[in-house]
């Protein structure tokens, strides 16, 4: 289970990505497998494995990254939709 294991290790050590447009990462299915893989999460979760941790680890400027996210996602709404439907 993706939730325990992240737990356990710390969430603050877990980053979320796709090697995209590689075919050993989730691409084209890249939405299903997060829902699969991280549906369920809590939004605080969420947070931490889509922007917090590599915020931290890279030192990154995150108003700047904040206007491409709007425009490119990932959303939120695909994981959150996945909590209620549970």
């Not at 289970?1 to 890249?30: F, N, Q």
Request: hydrophobic share 40%.
């Amino acid at each position: 289970d993706t939730a325990v294991a992240c737990k356990e290790l710390g969430m603050d050590r877990v980053i979320w990505g796709s090697d995209y447009p590689h075919p050993e990462g989730c691409w084209p299915k890249t939405a299903e497998k997060m829902e699969l893989s991280l549906g369920g999460l809590p939004e605080a979760d969420l947070e931490q494995i889509f922007w917090k941790s590599a915020a931290a680890v890279y030192d990154l400027d995150l108003p700047a990254l904040n206007k491409i996210a709007e425009r490119i996602g990932p959303k939120k709404q695909w994981l959150t939709a996945a909590q209620a439907a549970e």
